[in-house]
Structures are given as C-alpha cells and as structure tokens.
C-alpha cells in the first residue's frame, strides 16, 4: 500500500526512538528526526516526487542513505530496516514512549535495570515501588508514571481525527472503484469531526453489493476479517481501527445517513419526535405509523427529507450531539456555521528564525497560496530556549525583518506577532517597550503545568491584565491521547477574557484542537471572539486549519465569532484593546 508523506515521517520517528533506545549515536539520531520534521513539511507528495525522478538527497538533511530509504517505502509500502529493528527490540520499549515523562534515555534504563519490556511491566514495578530507586526517577516521578498509565489506558482503542482520516480518505478512494457503487460516505463519530475516534463507520449505495463487499474485505491494509455479508461487513486493519461498512437502497440513503452518523443522544430524540408525529423512523426511511393499512415509507432519500418530515431544518453533522441543536431547530436559531472558505488568514505561525522549518519567504507564499489576505508570525519568545525564542533585541530585530520584507511581498499582509511566554507569576515574557512594536501577541502557558486550579486561573488572568496581550493560545495546554489539559477554571478564563476584550485562540493543530468544542460553545455565548489558527512549524501545517474549522464547528461558532474571518483594516480594529 502507498505510503503518504505523514506515514514516511512517523517512520523516522519511530526509528529515532528504536536507535535511541538502543543508545546509538545521538547524531544518527537527531538525522532521522530532521528527516521526519523535512518530510512533514514537504509542500508535494514524496511519491509524485519519486515518480517524477526528483532526487531525495538534495532535500535539506536528507543524504543517500536516508534518500533510499524514503524511495523504498514509496515504492514498497514498507521498511525493512524499521522491521528489524522492530524484530530486535520487545515491541513494548515503544509503546512506553507514550507515558508522559519517559523518553527514550528513560525507556532504556527502565528496561537495562529492571527488565521492563511494556506498560503492564511498569505498572507492576511502579506498585511495588522499584522505580523510585532508579537513578533520575524518584518518588514523584513514579507516581506521575502510574497516573500516566492509568490515561493511556483511557484511551486505547481511539485515534485523533487527523490520523483517522489519513487512513479513512484513500480506503474511500478504493471503494469507489468498486463496479457498480453510487455513493460512498463516512459517517459516525468521523462524519461529526469528533476530535477521538474508536472506529469508522462506511455507507454505500450500489447496483452490485456483493461485488463491492468483496471489494472491500480485500483492501491490502485489512488485518483481520470480523464478519462479511451481502450488505454489511466489518474488518479490522493493520493499524487496529475497525471499519463497519453498511450498503442500502438508494431510497435509504438519506435516512440511513442519519441513523450511521448519530450521535446515539441525537437519534434517540428523533426517534421521539417521530414517534409524537405518529411516525416510525429507522435506517430505512420515515413510514407513517400504521393504522388499518400496513406501515408507509414517505422519505428517506436524503437527509434533508428526513428532517423535514420531522418539522425540522437540516442540522449539520458537527452539531448532532444533543447539546441544544434539536431546540434551536426547532426555533430557527441554529448557526450558521463557518467553513474553510471564511478564513482569511493564519495568526499563529514559526519559520526557522525559533523552532519552525521553513523560511519566512516559504511561509508567507505557502499562505499566499492559499488565498490568504494575512499571515501572523509569531516566533517563540526568549524563555522557550528548546525552541530557539528571541530575546527583546532580537525580538525588535524580527520586527524591523518583518517590515522590511512586508514591503516587499505582493497580495498578502504580514502582520507582527510573537508567541510570548506567560510567566509562572502572571507576567509576559517580553517587556511592553517591545511588545508595544508588535501588531498582536499570542501569549501561552509553556511549563509549570502543574499548578494548583487556582493558581494557575490566577497567572493567565494576571498576564490578561496587561494591555499587550491580545489572544490566549492553546489554553487549556492538552495534547490530545498524550497530555491532559492542566487544571484551570476555563469559566473564569472566558469571564476575564471577556471584560479585557482578549481573545481566546482555536489551535487548530490536531494534536491539541485546542480550545475544545465544549469551550468554544462557551465563549460564544459569553461574547468572546475566537481566532481559529494552526500553529503552524513548517508549510504543510497551514492545511491544519480545516481541523480548526471543524472543531469551530462542532462549538456552533460562526464566522462572526471568528477575528480571521475578517478583512485586514476590520482585524486590526478587533485586536485594539479598549
């Protein structure tokens, strides 16, 4: 099976992590890391690339070695120096690797001292208190371990949306071929853009079911066959995730749409309101409840034709979760919801200058590209040193950079941003003679997660009150499946936001997504603005975005509710603070 650019860095990451493991050359290493964070960002895909005969080695960090590599995987699907690697060491190293706090180096002296080869190993000797005794762990350290483990255990069996539609777009792709096949859509939790997904869910319409269900059981990354029939069958695939396929008439589509899409709390209430309508609703359409004649099916086709023969206006996949869609249906007041065309620029953005991978010519054109009026470059500030931030002369240096280049570029404006630290007590990380040359700030929490829930409100209010911050990024710090959000009283946060006028930022990198739907619905209804941004380190992130818009979405924001929605001269005035 193909491999796509993502796939091709996971791979190097993963064989960073093997050799690190293993204790080889840190230079090797950090090669295979570069060479991950390269190909994440190449703006083309590596197998067009091969395909047209372009030379990996003159990529930037990418030698012949690493070239063949990556050639092989493209034209194989696989890695055999991945697969023995793998083949050398206990499968378990790697998954340890997704408790927070255990690195490679960590991962290796667990396992040289201990003989710890996976998670239910470390759990057990964490219990019997054997980790506190190793050399750089301690006490603390082990109880951060279990509670750890106790998070990754809650979320085995899921995948981020990004990685599931990574998998789910070209098995679509694959089905369509199928002879015979109409239609083919996904639908669950998938089609809702949750942000964690267990399975995903596949509707059809076909002349020839059979021949598309062979089709499909037949799809190179199927693991396991679960079950296989004329009109529904299920597979799991090699990356673990089940796929539930289902084929219907085509007069059952619509109503069948609904029913695989959900969710659960959103079907049930329709059911209800069919049933007070003397109607039965189901996956194969809307029937008029029987009386002296036999049930009668009356829609079904679309969804659209199904809700309005429940006396209700089409509800958009996102909003379907039972929080108030069904009510506000009812009285007209559902939102408009923003789309990706809505958005006119990216206000959280790092070049090569701190810790992103690209120039930022490469940048601002990738963002011209793709219609964007605007692009905000926000470069880390002096106390994130892993990423290289600026310190204040440097900082003034970037902003006269930024000028001098802004007067250069053609159709796109760049505006003067910087990620600036929020201090543990509540100050900025800049002083305000710089931060006053800058068009805005993204401001964000970058260590002392762990203070108390009060504590840590207190800090982020403290650095609203000075009247250079502009946007709260990622606010809650989570990283999706990795790292839980730190304690903060997000009620609070929205409230302050509020009388400062600051606005609250929708990371919309798929690891964080970050404010979450719930927030966003909060902020809406509390008046905050909302700017929808990618947090992009490299060209290719900037297609992040549309995960930003989904989970927008899913918070019922609108583009009213989004600053980057809007025209330069009318952004400028949302960022004054008054």
């Excluded at 206990?90 to 996976?118: F, N, T």
Aim: proline residues 4%; contains cysteine; positive net charge.
């Amino acid at each position: 099976m193909p491999v796509n650019n993502p796939d091709i860095a996971r791979t190097f990451d993963k064989i960073a992590d093997f050799l690190e493991i293993k204790g080889e050359n840190i230079f090797r290493v950090r090669a295979y890391r570069n060479a991950a964070l390269v190909i994440a960002g190449l703006g083309r895909s590596a197998a067009d690339m091969a395909k047209d005969g372009e030379d990996f080695s003159r990529l930037p960090g990418i030698g012949k070695d690493l070239a063949a590599k990556i050639e092989e995987m493209v034209k194989t699907g696989r890695l055999k120096f991945l697969e023995k690697l793998e083949k050398d060491t206990p499968p378990g190293l790697i998954k340890m690797l997704s408790i927070q706090g255990l690195g490679p180096h960590r991962v290796k002296a667990l396992y040289e001292k201990l003989r710890i080869k996976d998670i239910d190993g470390l759990k057990r000797a964490a219990l019997a208190k054997k980790v506190r005794a190793l050399e750089g762990f301690g006490e603390k350290t082990e109880e951060t371990i279990l509670r750890e483990i106790e998070r990754v255990k809650g979320v085995e069996g899921q995948m981020k949306l990004a990685d599931a539609e990574e998998i789910a777009l070209p098995l679509l792709e694959y089905i369509k071929k199928a002879k015979g096949v109409k239609k083919v859509v996904p639908a669950g939790s998938f089609r809702r853009a949750k942000e964690s997904v267990r399975d995903l869910d596949i509707l059809v319409t076909c002349d020839d079911c059979s021949n598309v269900m062979k089709r499909f059981i037949k799809y190179e990354d199927v693991d396991k066959v679960v079950s296989h029939g004329e009109t529904r069958s299920t597979v799991i695939l090699r990356c673990g995730l089940q796929v539930d396929m289902r084929a219907v008439p085509e007069k059952s589509y619509g109503s069948a749409l609904c029913y695989l899409t959900g969710s659960q709390a959103h079907n049930i209430e329709l059911r209800r309101i069919a049933k007070n309508n003397r109607l039965k609703l189901n996956e194969y359409g809307v029937f008029r409840a029987p009386g002296p004649k036999k049930e009668e099916w009356i829609a079904g086709r679309t969804e659209e034709e199904v809700y309005k023969k429940l006396g209700l206006p089409y509800i958009e996949p996102e909003l379907r979760e039972d929080r108030g869609e069904i009510e506000a249906a009812k009285k007209g007041t559902l939102p408009h919801l923003i789309t990706p065309g809505d958005i006119k620029g990216d206000l959280h953005v790092h070049t090569n200058i701190t810790d992103g991978h690209n120039t930022l010519e490469e940048m601002v054109r990738a963002a011209r590209g793709k219609g964007y009026k605007y692009i905000g470059i926000t470069e880390h500030s002096q106390h994130v040193k892993v990423a290289h931030g600026l310190d204040e002369k440097a900082t003034l240096e970037r902003i006269r950079e930024l000028e001098r280049f802004n007067n250069k570029i053609k159709g796109i404006t760049i505006l003067k941003g910087m990620e600036v630290d929020i201090l543990e007590d509540g100050r900025l990380d800049l002083e305000d003679n710089v931060l006053k040359e800058l068009d805005f700030t993204v401001c964000a929490v970058h260590y002392k997660f762990n203070l108390t829930l009060e504590k840590q409100t207190e800090r982020i209010i403290r650095a609203m009150d000075n009247p250079y911050f502009h946007i709260l990024a990622h606010p809650t710090g989570r990283l999706i499946h990795e790292r839980d959000p730190y304690e903060v009283d997000m009620d609070r946060i929205i409230l302050a936001a509020k009388d400062r006028g600051c606005i609250l930022e929708l990371n919309g990198h798929p690891l964080r997504l970050d404010l979450n739907d719930i927030h966003c619905k909060l902020a809406k209804e509390s008046g905050v603005k909302i700017a929808i941004s990618t947090d992009a380190h490299n060209a290719g992130d900037l297609g992040y975005m549309r995960f930003g818009v989904l989970q927008a979405r899913r918070g019922w924001l609108e583009p009213k509710d989004i600053i980057n929605t809007r025209s330069e001269p009318e952004l400028r005035k949302l960022l004054k603070r008054k």
